[in-house]
């Protein structure tokens, strides 16, 4: 897959994490800019390119950012990666970078992660329940769940987020329970639901949508070639 002008991109997933194992994928993302000149015509260009071998998701700026500012935990985690796994800067990605925290409002960080883990937690009911799920499926399921109870607490109780996860065993060991009850995962779900109602966050009500709006500006500015 070959995408111009991409502007940060860097190993995320499993191996960020520090839950990689032999045999586990990895996970590239990142963020391109459109040429500026694209953006003006009929048919808007793609916002997305996914491709396989190597695993790799480019978002276009401007969704990237959208989807940054709605807290969603995958495209976030991008801006707070140990600086070894960027395969990608430019300082326009710097500069995003610089503006993460910007980016985070209590509220949709609490309803992102929370969200994200609940669906994780009905997956491995309702995997059970059907009977069909590889228990090593469910295991990835419920350390994600984990792994996203964790980082969105930290990140909404401290406004940092830490990528890399302590104590990997602990996550493959509760995987391994979940595995064989799934039921396991409910308290620490809940506890987690009880920890963000009790919990003052560090952040904002609302992410600044204005230092974004002005950072993808500057994007534009700098890839636009006007016409002959």
């Not at 990528?163 to 779900?189: C, I, K, N, Q, T």
């Not at 002005?214 to 006007?226: E, G, I, M």
Request: net charge neutral; aromatic share 8%.
């Amino acid at each position: 897959m070959s995408v111009k002008n991409v502007l940060l991109s860097g190993i995320v997933g499993s191996t960020a994490y520090g839950l990689a194992r032999e045999g586990s994928d990895i996970d590239r993302l990142g963020l391109f800019a459109a040429p500026t000149e694209e953006l003006h015509g009929l048919r808007q260009p793609k916002e997305s390119h996914v491709g396989t071998a190597p695993d790799l998701t480019l978002h276009e700026a401007a969704k990237w950012c959208r989807l940054a500012l709605g807290g969603n935990p995958t495209v976030m985690e991008l801006v707070w990666l140990p600086d070894e796994l960027y395969e990608v800067r430019t300082p326009l990605g710097d500069e995003l970078i610089a503006l993460r925290t910007s980016l985070l409002g209590a509220r949709r960080v609490r309803d992102a992660y929370l969200g994200y883990a609940t669906q994780q937690f009905r997956k491995l009911v309702n995997r059970s329940e059907g009977g069909a799920a590889p228990p090593a499926r469910v295991a990835k399921h419920a350390r994600h769940l984990r792994r996203l109870c964790v980082q969105g607490f930290e990140l909404y109780a401290t406004g940092a987020l830490s990528v890399r996860v302590e104590d990997p065993d602990a996550y493959h060991a509760f995987g391994e329970r979940v595995a064989r009850d799934p039921s396991a995962a409910e308290p620490l779900l809940r506890h987690y639901q009880d920890a963000f109602a009790r919990t003052p966050s560090a952040l904002p009500d609302h992410p600044d949508e204005s230092a974004a709006d002005a950072w993808l500006r500057r994007v534009r500015a700098h890839f636009y070639t006007p016409g002959e």
